[in-house]
DNA sequence: GTGCGCCGACCGTCCGTTCGGTCGGCCGCC
DNA sequence: GGCGGCCGACCGAACGGACGGTCGGCGCAC
């Protein structure tokens, strides 16, 4: 084996490990992360690590803004906040799919987050308040008669986005055409709340 | 405050402190939970925990094991095993509604594993194999003609448990009928799978 | 020289677990 | 009936190791 020259050292800034953090929290969980944990998978020391950033839960919140920031986007686009309340639910439907897709790791560590902090508490909350616009929209479908009668609106809207977010599970990008996914939802989820259409 | 006489000794025997175990698991996350969160959710020390099982991961391996039977015992009834595709696909369907909604807390927990223990591990893979059961129904069913042809049987397998799994991170016992829930679930997929039927 | 990124050694606290012991109930024997 | 022994459930103290984080210093590029 000949010696070799010693390798490069790292390099990171707080994006790059931002993005190496979220993935190793998707695959071990935040709790069962430790920094010892980012340190392999980073290349270098524990210590190191809090040059970029204060603590360990700094990580998690800037995952989580960066999550959040892309969800509540949509609900700022013309296709969800005009137009019929049908065609906004598909709308929303098939933005979450493309976000999702877009954001993969950072969607998938919200989605799993629980409340023993207060960022966790907080990202929550967030994430309550998100349902509570498409709980809005789903009634407002329902009230204009496009959801069949014998549906609850808030049982629509857990499922529908139950099955979106279940996408996070074993969604992987390049495997999967995103367009074809977003269209199979909202075949399925279109078609199994009103029928053809 | 008078004074009181001790306040009796709290009985456990080794499901009923699954049982309680499992509770905070799923709160705050398995390795979000330290023995002594145990401890103070059953009013027992962390010491006597371990006169009933022999480590906090024995704790998981009973509940993940009870999930896994209970899940595993759909495939061996007669709706799964006999009959045309689609019926088969409609009744495991409506099967795993129910029973997610009985064996909520230990559902729960299995579709949050990660892969950090060898046990972890070994209920993924069960998990898996659970899942080849359930692809080979739809195939068949697609294969039949009963699934729309613009849908991939992969996509919708995973669509449609993604939705029923969803279930557990909002269904509470007794604020929703299950029977209403399996009803819904099965006609949102069934439509959407294949329309009015 | 300066600033950024990194390092190893170290810290206090918490982790899951062990160990020797106590307590209360039950049972058998005298 | 009373006593001793056994049992299961429980206890407090302590263990070794892991945890997230701190600190003083080094290396490198500009």
Redesign the pocket.
């Known amino acids: 084996m000949a010696a070799e020259a010693?390798a490069p050292?790292?390099?990171?800034?707080v994006h790059r490990?931002l993005a190496v953090a979220v993935q190793v929290f998707i695959e071990r969980g935040y709790d069962g992360?430790?920094?010892?944990?980012l340190?392999r998978a980073t290349?270098?020391?524990?210590?190191?690590i809090?040059?970029?950033v204060?603590?360990?839960?700094q990580l998690l919140r800037l995952a989580l803004d960066r999550a959040l920031g892309a969800l509540f986007a949509v609900t700022e686009e013309v296709g969800f906040t005009a137009g019929p309340a049908i065609d906004r639910l598909r709308y929303v439907l098939g933005r979450e799919v493309e976000v999702l897709c877009a954001e993969l790791p950072y969607v998938t560590l919200l989605l799993r987050v629980r409340g023993n902090t207060e960022i966790e508490r907080w990202a929550l909350e967030r994430r309550r308040e998100f349902d509570r616009f498409v709980r809005a929209i789903v009634v407002e479908a329902a009230a204009d008669g496009d959801i069949r009668a014998d549906l609850s609106p808030a049982l629509v809207e857990r499922l529908a986005f139950g099955m979106i977010n279940s996408i996070t599970e074993w969604y992987r990008p390049g495997r999967v055409d995103v367009d074809d996914l977003k269209t199979t939802v909202v075949a399925i989820i279109g078609t199994g709340l009103g029928g053809a259409r």
């Not at 290349?43 to 190191?48: N, P, R």
């Not at 204060?54 to 839960?57: A, H, I, M, Y």
């Open positions: 010693p050292r790292a390099q990171y800034d490990l992360t430790s920094m010892e944990d340190a290349g270098i020391t524990k210590s190191s809090y040059h970029h204060e603590s360990k839960e």
